[in-house]
């Protein structure tokens, strides 16, 4: 068994009142050679995009249902109320709600295909480009 040298200092601190050594530096990175053709500004929005779509097309829905409940909590009398021909204002609310379901999911993809739709497909080129610029080197 060999002994190391008396100059060498142990891994941990002998004392606690001893300063921890800094950890050395990270290795240098290289720089890419050219910037990144995607920007996350664009993710961001997309992202973003996305988020309000979907609460637009879910409170409509939801909104609607929560209104219809409410209504049939606080207002039986509005509600039981007869429109004509034995239709009550309940019955014909209850019945809107489907049409009013798919207005939400119309509504969710039409926006899809308008604005959404055009910036992942712009997304999408891009991150083949650099796929494709990343394979030649």
């Known amino acids: 068994m ?7 200092s142990p891994s941990y601190a002998t004392y606690p009142w001893q300063p921890v050594p800094p ?3 990270p290795p ?8 990144a053709l995607g ?10 995009a996305y ?7 879910t409170l409509t829905a939801l909104g609607y249902f929560t209104l219809f409940l409410t209504l049939s909590g606080c207002a039986p009398s509005l509600m039981n109320s007869e429109v004509s021909g034995g239709l009550t204002t309940g019955l014909l609310l209850g019945l809107v709600q489907l ?3 798919c207005a939400a999911i119309a509504l969710y993809e039409f926006t899809a ?4 739709d055009q910036l992942a497909a712009r997304l999408r080129k891009l991150a083949e480009l650099e ?6 080197r």
Not at 2 to 8: C, E, K, L, M
Not at 51 to 57: D, G, I, L, M, S
Not at 113 to 116: D, N, T
């Open 51 to 57: 988020r309000r779509q979907r609460r637009v097309a």
């Open 131 to 136: 796929a494709s610029r990343d394979e030649r």
């Open 23 to 25: 950890p050395p530096p």
């Open 28 to 35: 240098p990175r290289s720089a890419p050679r050219h910037p």
């Open 99 to 101: 049409p009013v379901m």
């Open 113 to 116: 295909r308008r604005r959404l």
């Open 39 to 48: 920007n996350h500004r664009d993710l961001r929005v997309l992202r973003t």
């Open 2 to 8: 060999t002994r190391p040298p008396h100059d060498s």
